[in-house]
């Protein structure tokens, strides 16, 4: 809802309270200002001018040199190329230093050598947006009345000297779709009160009831419908206020008596519809369900088949307007009509919803009774339009109004206590407090003791509870003013949980090792379900899929994150690393909820650094993953815990993959996708990681240790050895550290060597083994036969020999 502050304070009394504070005390009451928009912000310089000469451009087809008088008795040159610019108008003229919306400034000029002091603007010039232009103007200059005084300031003849605040609406607030609904509310909120306009209707002697019969099939969906007669109608443009009240609220302007009902619907929140009382076809109005397959053409020139759902307005025999929604073009007010049907109907929500939703038609009528209009405002807007089109369409008003009326509605009465006030509020009001409140939203209220019984108008449709009053109270007092207290009883602040703080280091740590997450579908297809899965488990199919590529539970994250990498390797983007924690669903047993559990996955692919100015390529690898993940496990304090075994998976390379341990629990997967699905997703070496991550952050972390910095050196032994090629380094690194005691502090391969000088199926892998004792000095006797022990246990479990 577009509400114009100028037009707002015909209302109620804002004098002292500028837009924007506004704007923030109806924010605090509850309805949220979304903006406030200053319609001439940045505008300078424009004033009204006279075309007093015009004459065609020597050189230029399409462009006038105009002699324009600014009221000051001189007259300057401009030229101007609006096709509808002429010698006696009166325009809106951007003097030379003048600003225009976008900080367009005016300067001198020389047109195809012809001198240009200024502009002669479009309302579009004048930050008019296009769709809001009156037909009449919406390609050329705009023209004003022949009694504009000339050199004012055009935007304030334009009444464009306003702010419009934008309220967005919630649908309960039905009642702050007019301006008076908008006034209700401000003059609660200001503690004033609300003037509501005057009407006063002359009629002629003639009848209306002599003109047209109403009558109403749909009473369920049409309880109330008020016709009204006005001969004798001029049709002309509004005046410019009008206009301007129109365009500021978002409607485009037609011609006068258009333009009133519109305005009416804007300041009352209530839909009419003028028909051409002589293009009507009969002297009935008959509101009826359409018949099934029945065509009715609306004013959007659109023809529209009917159902019986929808709700029709007929001349007794075909539809001449879908009921509040929109007119139909076989009765539309044109420059040739004289007399005017007026109709102001309650129509209920939903027969309207459902017109508007199957035609795809959402008018400002339709969307004021989709929410609910106030009943009592029936006959009170159509009166006030009647009156409005004697004024500014020289219209004569029949006497009386034709109606039809099985309307039933009661004002809600409801009865509250000012203890549950303020036990829900948390406050100490007094019963004088709480009524003044409720009072200054203009509800009747009667106190007995600590009682209060309020009866609710019909405009405020959303209050038919107790909850609803509280409601009231508490925003009108503020809700700045209530107090913050704690939940009664036992409480204690949130906290995460161990599983919870663990997780969001092992996010923390992946982000700064340089991996962005990802979040990907919990559904896949039935082809890629068991891919890369840690468990074998059939896979879950849905009941309805959206399609066959999301029909079934995923069981592993892998499949979905090689996914994301090869959308972005398709984009030229070929250096990526990802990682996700989700949940995997694991079948337990038919018609039963799948078991879920937690993963941890990573994906990487292409250059894993690169230093241009040095000439430094590095690309991923096995061991660039191993080492993230290696980080990881000593960052959680479990990396002793952790070994890796040879490892063999469809989707993986067998000679670069490996299976995760934690004390011999297996709890995942590393290794390079199979060159083959590499292939298949046109990716470059990827390599990938799945681990069960609630194994890894439920896993009992050792006490931390700590060890004093060595006072003694310590002694290094290297050795290579020559062992079969089925043999793993792991293997050979568990039997040293077993062997070694306690003086082996530490060991690490350093060399693999595999060339021709080696024997048939043999490899030499060297070690480096470092010794040390905290309490002494080792002697070389010391190192020896703890080497020794190590030697002899490496031919006794592995065969393996010190490399000749």
Known sequence: ??????????????????????????????????????????????????????????????????????????????ICGAPNVDKGQKVAVATVGAVLPGNFKIKKAKLRGEASNGMICSLQELGFESKLVAKDYSEGIYVFPADTELGTNALEQLHRDDQVLELGLTPNRADCQSMLGVAYEVAAILEKDVKLPQTKVETVSERAADYITVNVEAADDNPLYVAKVIKNVKIAPSPLWLQARLTAAGIRPHNNVVDITNYILLEYGQPLHAFDYDRLGSKEILVRRANQGEKITTLDDAERELTTDHLVITNGEVPVALAGVMGGANSEVGNETTTVLLESAYFTGGAIRKSSKDHGLRSEASARYEKGVDPQRVRPAAERAAQLLTQYAGGEVLEGSVEVDTLKVEPAVITITIDKINRVLGTSLLVSEAKDILERLQFTTVVEENEITVTVPTRRGDITIEEDLVEEVGRLYGYDNLASTLPGGTASAGSLTPYQKKRRIVRQYLEGAGLYQAITYSLTSEDKAQNYSLEARDPIKLAMPMSEE????????????????????????????????????????????PEEKEHLAAAITGLWELHQWQGEKKPVDFFVLKGILEGLFSKLGLLEQITFAKFEKDGLHPGRSAEVFLNETSIGFIGQVHPNVEKELDLKETYVFELSLEKLLHAEIKPLRYEAIPRYPSITRDIALVVDQTTTAQALSTVIREAGGKLLKDVHVFDLYEGDRMEEGKKSIAYSLKYFDPERTLTDEDVVKAHDKVLKALEEKTGAVLRG
């Not at 029909?551 to 996914?563: A, D, I, N, Q, W």
């Not at 090869?566 to 924690?581: F, G, V």
């Open 1 to 78: 809802m577009y509400v114009s502050y100028k037009w707002l304070q015909e209302y109620v009394d804002l004098s002292g309270i500028t837009p924007e504070e506004l704007a923030e005390k109806i924010t605090k009451s509850g309805i949220e200002v979304e903006g406030v928009e200053t319609l001439d912000e940045g505008i300078k310089g424009v004033v009204v001018g006279y075309v007093s000469e015009k004459e065609k451009h020597p050189s230029a087809d399409k462009l006038n040199i105009c002699q324009v008088d600014l009221g000051n008795g001189e007259l300057v040159q401009i």
């Open 550 to 593: 999301r029909s079934v539970l995923r069981l592993s994250l892998t499949p979905h994150l090689l996914e994301v990498l090869k959308y972005n390797s398709a984009r030229q983007i070929d250096a990526t690393a990802i990682y996700e924690t989700g949940s995997v669903f694991l079948r337990t047993a038919e018609n039963e909820l």
